[in-house]
Structures are given as structure tokens and as C-alpha cells.
């Protein structure tokens, strides 16, 4: 394999899925991806004025989280015993699923390594499985850690 993507959020399921790329691939191109969600951060937003404010700060801290992330992911492949390939990044505006399933297609990944947080019954049914549906449309093998 030489490039493999990475959903990269905050959750303990991506970092799995992470050390499972560095694990699995340690010659690899691993691209880290991380997804703003508008839609989703739309649920925090004001009801009247402000909204572009909120929208603003949102989006840049959601950047600033994600390049720390970066970072330190970083850090934990230059220390990883057997990683001597590439990470790379990446920070895409859309739906989650969509936007993992377009990006893996527009740099030609050979695999996704993505994190399921594992939601069953009520849950999964109203909140829906970003891993599923990677699974479902991706053009390149899927695997979910949990």
C-alpha cells in the first residue's frame, strides 16, 4: 500500500485506527483526515445574530484543534518502532462520510483506516454510521477499528 487515509477527529477510535495504519502500513503515505461539520456545528448555533461570529470561532477552533492533533500524531510516528513512511494532512469542510469517501478518491487511496465508534440499536439508527457508509461507497478496501 502506499497511501492510506485516516479520519482523524478527537476520538479514541480514530487514534486506534491511527496506530493500526503506523502498525499495519510502516512504509506507507498515511493521510490524516480531519472533517469540519457544519451541519453538526449548526446545533450550537445562535438563534438570532451572531451566528457568523460563532460560525467563525467554531471553524477556527476546530482548525487549531485538528493541527495539534496533527502534531502530535506526527510525533507518535517519528517515534513509532517500525513507521518509516510519510504523514501528510488534511482539513475538508463537508458531511463526514461523503467528504472521507471524496477525499480517498481524489488522492487515489489504496485503503481507509477509519474508527467506529460502535453505536447500536436507537442510537445508530438516528445518528448514523459514518464508518458504515465509508464502507458502503468507498472505491478502496475499508477497515473499521474499534
Known amino acids: 500500500m502506499s497511501t492510506v487515509l485516516v479520519p482523524y477527529d478527537e476520538s479514541p477510535m480514530a487514534e ?20 469540519l461539520d457544519f ?13 457568523g461570529r460563532y460560525f467563525q470561532t467554531w471553524e477556527t477552533t476546530r482548525r487549531d484543534g485538528a493541527e495539534s492533533r496533527f502534531e502530535q500524531a506526527r ?24 467528504t472521507i469517501v471524496k477525499h480517498a478518491a481524489d488522492i487515489d487511496a489504496d485503503a481507509i483506516i477509519i474508527g467506529s465508534h460502535g453505536r447500536t440499536g436507537l ?7 459514518v464508518a458504515e457508509s465509508v464502507v458502503r461507497r468507498a472505491h478502496c478496501p475499508v477497515v473499521v477499528v474499534r
Do not use: C, M, W
Not at 18 to 35: C, G, K, R
Not at 39 to 47: E, F, H, K, L, R
Open 123 to 129: 442510537s445508530r439508527v438516528l445518528l448514523g454510521s
Open 39 to 51: 451541519a453538526a456545528a449548526s446545533y450550537g448555533a445562535p438563534i438570532e445574530g451572531g451566528a
Open 75 to 98: 510525533e507518535r510516528a517519528a517515534d513509532h518502532p517500525i513507521f518509516t513512511g510519510r504523514i501528510e494532512t488534511a482539513v475538508e469542510n463537508g458531511p463526514p462520510a461523503k
Open 16 to 35: 486506534r485506527a491511527f496506530e493500526q495504519a503506523l502498525d499495519d502500513h510502516p512504509d506507507a503515505t498515511i493521510q490524516l483526515l480531519y472533517v
